[in-house]
């Protein structure tokens, strides 16, 4: 049952993203040429309603779906951590056309060649689990 749940909020996710054009390599081009608004709406959209949802979690004191308590810690705003994270981020999006979260609706869509990417995240994420522990927090 939990995972038809997480099935049924994935292709809602999915469908969502495909009819926003959020998945659309050209809006992305046309918000890295500073030539159209509709992919900062869409990210400011998401940045309001998350501000949104962290302010009903913390006044309600909300759980986890496991019934354990929702918390949030304080964050080391380092700089340059965040100039290199971000830099490494965005030069992924730009080269690729998508960012992480589209890339199994871009699949989906039919689109054979985000294989490429999603192998090409995988292999980011197990070479930060293995380096984990030397790189600076």
Partial sequence: MKFLTY???GTLFGIIMTKSQ????YRIYEMFRFDSFHMYGIIGSAVILGMISVALIKKYKLRSTTGDPITFSPKNMSIPRYLFGGTIFGLGWAMTGACP????????????VILVVLFSAILGTL???ILRKRLPH
């Fill in 101 to 112: 979260g589209p890339i199994y609706t871009l699949i989906g869509n039919g689109y054979g």
């Fill in 7 to 9: 099935l049924s909020i």
């Fill in 127 to 129: 070479t930060y689990g």
């Fill in 22 to 25: 959020a998945i659309s390599w």
